[in-house]
T-cell receptor
């Protein structure tokens, strides 16, 4: 399994963009990058995923470097409700499914 | 859809007692995962099922833990006998096998305290 490395914590001002980095230098060609977040006392919530192209949805944008060795999750206008632990996961393939293996993630604090 | 439903939300039990945690999958999902979360070890995968069949239970700590899917929409995780070190938040998650689009949906968890 490709390992991911994330900073343990970050902070961001409300209304500003939050850029959360993830290093996955051993990622293989058919592995996807997924992002989840976990708000306190809740289960993890899927945010976005990508293979090599940049992706955007209603929650966030995902920028993957050309060599695919790192990626950045962007919350364009962070709110207080975005305070959570953010997990970057590289797909572990078993048959047609993937098994998220969670590291320690990045604890993002959005302050007023 | 009500999402993945776990019960109970909180469970406090005495050491040695049997504990049963329950999980209802999202309708149409056919893969089910049980995770455990502690401060020390973070989120750990315990076991997962595809189409009611256990695929990998290598994360199950020991024989005191067992998980079943009696039908396609429901799963139980049983601990017998329970020990204080089993205290954790237990999450289940479901997905549609092979679906890389929507990701996993997690329940709200069961906070287990064994005293």
């Amino acid at each position: 399994d490709a390992k991911t490395t994330q900073p343990p914590s970050m902070d961001c001002a409300e209304g500003r963009a939050a850029n959360l980095p993830c290093n996955h230098s051993t990622i293989s060609g058919n592995e996807y990058v997924y992002w989840y977040r976990q708000i306190h006392s809740q289960g993890p919530q899927y945010i976005i995923h990508g293979l090599k192209n940049n992706e955007t949805n209603e929650m966030a944008s995902l920028i993957i470097t050309e060599d695919r060795k790192s990626s950045t999750l962007i919350l364009p206008h962070a709110t207080l409700r975005d305070t959570a632990v953010y997990y970057c996961i590289v797909r572990v393939a078993t048959g047609g499914s993937y098994i998220p293996t969670f590291g320690r993630g990045t604890s993002l604090i959005v302050h007023p | 859809d009500a999402g993945v439903i776990q019960s109970p939300r909180h469970e406090v039990t005495e050491m040695g007692q049997e504990v049963t945690l329950r999980c209802k999958l999202i309708s149409g999902h056919n893969s089910l995962f049980w995770y455990r979360q502690t401060m020390m070890r973070g989120l750990e995968l315990l076991i997962y099922f595809n189409n009611n069949v256990p695929i990998d239970d290598s994360g199950m700590p020991e024989d005191r833990f067992s998980a079943k899917m009696p039908n396609a929409s429901f799963s139980t995780l049983k601990i017998q006998p329970s020990e204080p070190r089993d205290s954790a938040v237990y999450f289940c998650a479901s997905t549609l096998y092979g679906d890389r689009v929507s990701g996993y949906t997690f329940g709200s968890g069961t906070r287990l305290t064994v005293v």
